[in-house]
T-cell receptor, first 119, second 115 residues
Framework: AQKVTQAQTEISVVEKEDVTLDCVYE???????LFWYKQPPSGELVFLIR??????QNEISGRYSWNFQKSTSSFNFTITASQVVDSAVYFC????????????????FGKGTKLSVIP | DAGVTQSPTHLIKTRGQQVTLRCSPK?????VSWYQQALGQGPQFIFQ???????QRGNFPDRFSGHQFPNYSSELNVNALLLGDSALYLC??????????????FGSGTRLTVV
């Protein structure tokens, strides 16, 4: 069975600080996808990144970076120089590769980490 | 390009009633999935529709049912509502194509309150 654990329930940082959100996953599949989503108060889940299990390269996108380590089953997310607009709930999610295409997978989400960036 | 649209945005129902939630997928997407998000929790997969058929189902009772129309839009129906059904219901659309880069696009959800 798939499982995603986000041990940090809430984090508060002062603006311009760096912050890392942790994600640990469990799966018996060798092919899977990992995601990060941002959920602002409006409720919509905003896609941030998708990683497949064969691509362990770390990725940087502006102030965001992701560290994927299969050896520890972790997919951590770092925000550099945090801003007030980064305040939201962040979800890590996992899916198996779908049999009929990339869009056929179901996502298993963690419980989320609420990030508050204080001005 | 419109994203995923859901209606209504908020809904209050009484225990035992039935409810229908609606979803229009992002243009070009052919697969619709529904998720239930209880307060303070991560979304949980309900089911997925593709080619007007339920393709996958999560651990939800038969009170939860759905439908997909030829234009790819979808409905989620919940019968015999319980207080525990109060949640944010999220619709997500995707393109069933190997190599599609983003996966799901989510709507803003329908907030259902059962009293």
């Amino acid at each position: 069975a798939q499982k995603v654990t986000q041990a940090q329930t809430e984090i508060s940082v002062v603006e311009k600080e760096d912050v890392t959100l942790d994600c640990v996953y469990e799966t018996r599949d060798t092919t899977y996808y990992l995601f990060w989503y941002k959920q602002p108060p409006s409720g919509e889940l905003v896609f941030l990144i998708r990683r497949n299990s064969f691509d362990e390269q770390n990725e940087i996108s502006g102030r965001y970076s992701w560290n994927f380590q299969k050896s520890t089953s972790s997919f951590n997310f770092t925000i550099t120089a945090s801003q007030v607009v980064d305040s939201a709930v962040y979800f890590c999610a996992l899916s198996e590769a779908g049999a009929s295409g990339a869009g056929s997978y179901q996502l298993t989400f963690g419980k989320g980490t609420k990030l508050s960036v204080i001005p | 390009d419109a994203g995923v649209t859901q209606s209504p945005t908020h809904l209050i129902k009484t225990r035992g009633q039935q409810v229908t939630l609606r979803c229009s997928p992002k243009s070009g997407h052919d697969t619709v999935s529904w998720y239930q998000q209880a307060l303070g929790q991560g979304p949980q997969f309900i089911f997925q529709y593709y080619e007007e058929e339920e393709r996958q189902r999560g651990n939800f009772p038969d009170r939860f049912s759905g439908h997909q129309f030829p234009n790819y839009s979808s409905e989620l129906n919940v019968n015999a509502l319980l207080l525990g059904d109060s949640a944010l219901y999220l619709c997500a659309s995707s393109l069933d194509l190997i190599g599609e880069s983003e996966g799901y696009t989510f709507g803003s959800g329908t907030r259902l309150t059962v009293v």
